[in-house]
């Protein structure tokens, strides 16, 4: 069992930052592949990026690829998703997720545990 917190969320101008934190409970994090989806209002839920177990390497959606970026500390349990050039179409709820699978998923089918979500809101 896994517990996933978020936070780091906000209202930010467009060309803004933000860093989302997802905190993990558990003491077998690094054994869980993570990874960050949106849903906009009105729309369904969409991959943001994946992080492997290692941190080693990472996957982006394209339309967020060269802004956005995801680390992990496994010896803190926890997950970084740096948001760079914010656009108002980032606009969205955004939640990490964990993975057991033994790849590094790209769809929200392939997480097992899902935090609440934070809050991001990009004004123009």
């Known amino acids: 069992q896994v517990q996933l917190v978020e936070s780091g969320g906000g209202l930010v101008q467009a060309g803004g930052s933000l860093r989302l934190t997802c905190a993990a409970s558990g003491r077998t994090f690094s054994s869980y592949a993570m990874g960050w989806f949106r849903q906009a209002l009105g729309k369904e839920r969409e991959f943001v990026a994946a992080?492997?177990?290692?941190?080693?390497?990472?996957y982006y959606t394209d339309s967020v690829k060269g802004r956005f970026t995801s680390s992990r500390d496994n010896a803190k349990n926890t997950v970084y998703l740096q948001m760079n050039s914010l656009k108002p179409e980032d606009t969205a709820d955004y939640y990490c997720?964990?993975?057991?699978?033994?790849?590094?998923?790209?769809?929200?089918?392939?997480?097992?545990?899902w935090g609440q979500g934070t809050q991001v809101t990009v004004s123009s």
């Open positions: 992080i492997n177990r290692s941190g080693g390497s990472t």
């Open positions: 997720a964990a993975s057991s699978k033994l790849y590094t998923a790209t769809t929200a089918s392939g997480y097992d545990y």
